[in-house]
């Protein structure tokens, strides 16, 4: 009865600690979103981002996974013959792992402190792949642990399936990221189109420098998009016309 109470609350705050986990890298996608936002916007939305990361880590993912590893050990001394088995040995692997990307969350919510609202120094497209780490060990333990003995009689199926899920989930953030960057990239011709054709009919004073501006943004698209070198080309004939 007790180990069966155990384990209950083990899954639970396994449930806790994952959902912790999932949306705090979430957070930092949000805040690495913020880059191309106008600096009062950008501003307010770190530091909320920063906040919301701080409290995720400290009252939910932390304690739900402390738990859930207490929980763990204790269902270890209650049957030691687990540590007699295969396919828990792969599982503690796996939570090496775990230790690892928890870890590496935890060194960004540090660093996301200590920062002060400026650039995370990280590539957008890696954060979001570094989004789905936990969703692989969370695919990986669950099997093992349902599967049992299964997991290390049918291992080169499993694994291929595995490497299939990977490369689609992969492939579907990349996708998804190109899509948005493209999205980004016809925006900013648009805006550009729109603020020409506001030149040719009524020049202020002002235009110059908005225009400017306007294309030191598109510039700093170039990571995003082949626009770049038509915004730098434009940029250099405005500047020696006006």
């Given at each position: ?220 698209m170039g990571d995003y998009c082949s626009f770049q070198s038509d915004c730098h080309s434009f940029s250099v004939l405005f500047r020696q016309r006006f």
């Amino acid at each position: 009865m007790l180990y069966t109470v155990i384990k209950a609350l083990h899954i639970i705050f396994m449930v806790s600690y994952f959902a912790g986990i999932f949306y705090l890298v979430r957070i930092f996608v949000y805040y690495k979103d913020t880059d191309e936002f106008p600096e009062e916007k950008k501003k307010i939305l770190r530091e909320q981002y920063t906040f919301m990361a701080r409290r995720l880590w400290n009252i939910i993912t932390v304690p739900a996974g402390i738990i859930m590893a207490v929980c763990g050990l204790v269902m270890i001394f209650l049957n030691p013959g687990l540590m007699k088995m295969g396919w828990f040995h792969m599982k503690l692997t796996f939570l090496i792992g775990l230790a690892a990307y928890h870890y590496w969350c935890w060194k960004k919510v540090l660093q996301l402190k200590n920062i002060n609202g400026n650039i995370l120094p990280i590539a957008n497209i890696k954060l979001r792949q570094a989004n789905e780490i936990a969703t692989f060990i969370l695919f990986l333990v669950v099997f093992t642990v349902i599967l049992k003995s299964m997991v290390i009689e049918y291992w080169w199926q499993l694994i291929t399936g595995f490497f299939v899920l990977v490369f689609l989930i992969m492939m579907t953030v990349k996708l998804v990221n190109k899509n948005k960057k493209t999205n980004n990239c016809g925006a900013g011709a648009c805006i550009l189109t729109c603020s020409l054709l506001h030149f040719t009919k009524n020049y202020d004073c002002n235009f110059k420098e908005r225009t400017l501006e306007l294309l030191r943004k598109l510039e700093r698209m170039g990571d995003y998009c082949s626009f770049q070198s038509d915004c730098h080309s434009f940029s250099v004939l405005f500047r020696q016309r006006f």
